[in-house]
């Protein structure tokens, strides 16, 4: 196709086609931005309705439970609370006697051999030293339990007396350990 219009012409209707180019691209970028806008302002005004609404129930809630009666049970519910906080870490601390005699009394011992004196004392926070009193008819029954003492991981530092092991038979023997709980 031959074109014979002048060069003004040809420019001018260059230019002309590009202005429509930009117009229309112009639009299909304007036109989808401001239904972004919309959309966004929308849910703006949504929000922002959700958020008066929310402080507004949120005031009727405060003064509901500004009473007295609501606020005399929150403080002795806080009073209760920190007193439960204070038992529970004193009972974390503690070491229960109860346990060490039971750990004492389920240490498996020969038949001929009997405590006849116990003295438990608190050695530190989580220790009871125990020193028990006892008579064994011979050297072999006070090894075995000796033997059975070690055992027991909860025991540590067992010591017998050296009076102890000096007869062989009708033995009164001392020994010291300490309970340490888990």
């Known amino acids: 196709m031959i074109n014979l219009l002048p060069p ?23 036109i989808p ?4 806008i919309l959309v966004l302002l929308s849910v703006r005004f949504y929000i922002l309705g959700e958020v008066n609404s929310k402080k ?48 004492v009394s389920s240490i498996s011992r020969p038949e001929n051999l009997y405590f006849t004196n116990m003295l438990l004392a608190k050695d530190s926070e989580q220790k009871i030293k125990i020193t028990a009193s006892g008579f064994s008819k011979s050297r072999a ?18 010591t017998f007396s050296p009076e102890s092991w000096v007869s062989p038979k009708d033995i009164n023997f001392n020994v010291t350990f300490e309970y340490v709980s888990i």
């Open 8 to 30: 003004e012409e040809k420019t001018k209707l260059l230019l002309e086609n590009r202005k429509k180019m930009i117009i229309v691209l112009g639009i299909t970028i304007i």
């Open 33 to 36: 931005l401001f239904c972004l």
């Open 56 to 103: 507004i129930m949120l005031d009727q809630a405060r003064k509901e439970y500004q009473t007295p009666d609501f606020l005399h049970f929150k403080e002795i519910i806080q009073k209760n609370n920190h007193t439960l906080t204070n038992l529970h870490s004193f009972y974390q601390k503690e070491v229960s006697v109860s346990q060490a005699l039971y750990l």
């Open 141 to 158: 029954d006070l090894l075995l339990f000796q033997k059975s003492i070690n055992e027991n991981s909860r025991i540590k530092n067992t």
